[in-house]
């Protein structure tokens, strides 16, 4: 079918989506809605079978859906309807929820229900739930849909109505409002206060402020308050988060956007309040907040190195303690190092916000491409181990080409890469590109991936030689997996010569 996707942006539930139904040999056209008259436009010039709307903000002119079948792919279960589905879900505490495909209709998140599909909800922030849950519900939900299409046209299948939905647990819900999420840091718990930030993330974070300045408050994690902290006393720092005490123990505040400020973005937090966190004490308590951890197998044959920065983005600083961590990876006695970088991202290559903020972008800017470089040549340099790039999450820019200089590269199901920099001012030989591309699918083949400036997916980088294998339909059964392999390819007799070759390799 002719398929045009109706979106506000081309986010990751979208490029899921395009990846996957062109894959599935469907014809697709993108279209930003930003206008009426652009999205008519659009809609005549490429006249498709069926609309889909991943993602809008407004809704779908009527113009639109009253000629055109137009699905729209809701976050949320069946009934719900408003624009803060995921938000209010996250805030209630709810135990399971959705995503459903509806049809356009006058009244908004009210037409018949095309396809369901539920999950269980995790304790994650609303954008790690969007790209996980919600993009494979919305996956499955979606296919459903476009299969009904011919039985619908010719009359023998119909949706369901939403007034005839058996029993709907969704409900109308006004847009969330600031006030609904405050924090009142002397009565709400840590559960309380990690439920309202996580509800928030991405956007638009929680109106709070920090040392008596206005801001907005993301990414949270649980924390350890040192003994006779105070509620809402900020008294600790590690890496680019700030530690704040609540009613009952910590949360680690990652990232904040200042009122006012010159840089009306997200920053990590000891940046963006860089005089006050100077004062304040460094703390190593809740290892499992620390954006880099390393652990080991049973046997001491495999290491694990886990880096998780926030949307991928990596700063100078986090390049270095990276980079840092992979020499010291080196000198342990293990026969394999497994890069794992986030669940949600393997990387997206250099920190675009911090470089913004800098005193000096052009000098920044310098200095992080050049700490970049400096991890993917550490890796690259390190021939007395076999490397593996395990990416449980998306990868863009320089970070995919970071997992390249990896030995072997694994990737998880519906993993989406976008392995170009055309968009970046088509940057040219950073992150050793030049030479990790052409030795995996060559030249010809290397110089239309970094041309096509499109998603991939993982899947179809495997089938390519990109990468080298796609596996795991979870993150938990790809975390499972890639362990299994990982030992296995320590415990085989034939790693000695493998290394062997490797390193005769990089000495030639």
Known sequence: MRILLLTHSFNSLTQRLYAELREDGHELSVEFDIADSVAEEAVA???????????????????????HLTLIVHPGIVGDRGPSALDWAIMNGEATW????????????AGPVWATREFAM??????????????????????????????WRAGRWAPTALADWPNPRGQWRELIRQADRRIDWLADSTATVLAKVRAADGFP????????????????????????????????RRDGALLRAT?????WIGHVKRAGSDHPFKLPATQAFEDEAAKLLVLDTDPGAAEIGYRESADGAVGFLRFD?????????QCQR???????????????????????????????????AAASPADESWANINAMNDVCLALIGLTGKLTVAAMRGNAGAGGCFLALAADCVWAREGVVMNPHYKNMGNLFGS??????????????????????????????????????????????????EVATRAQALADDPALAGRLADKQTRRAA
């Open 309 to 317: 920065f926030t949307n991928g983005a990596m700063s100078t600083g």
């Open 45 to 67: 010039r490429f006249a498709p079978d069926v609309i889909v709307a991943p993602f809008l903000k407004r809704a779908v002119p009527e113009s639109i859906w009253r000629a």
């Open 98 to 109: 959705g995503v459903t495909v509806l049809q356009a209709e006058a009244e908004m998140d």
């Open 322 to 356: 990276l980079c840092e961590a992979i020499h010291t990876a080196t000198a342990r006695p293990t026969r394999v190092l497994v890069l794992e970088g986030g669940r949600d991202f393997w990387s997206n290559g250099i920190h675009l916000n911090v470089i913004e």
């Open 247 to 251: 009613t009952d123990g910590a949360v």
């Open 122 to 151: 995790r304790a994650a922030p609303k954008a790690s739930l969007y790209r996980n849950e919600v993009t494979a519900g919305a996956l499955d939900a979606v296919r459903e849909a476009l299969g009904h299409v011919a039985d």
């Open 205 to 236: 974070g929680v109106a709070d402020t920090l040392f008596g300045e206005p801001c907005h408050l993301f990414d949270a994690q649980p924390g350890t308050a040192p003994a006779g902290a105070r509620p809402g006393e900020v008294v600790g």
């Open 431 to 480: 992150e050793y590109w030049s030479y990790l591309l052409p030795r995996r699918v060559g030249e010809a083949a290397g110089r239309q991936i970094m041309a096509d400036r499109l998603p991939l997916l993982a899947r179809k980088a495997a089938a390519i030689g990109l990468i080298d294998a796609c596996f795991g339909a979870s993150p938990e059964a790809f975390a499972a």
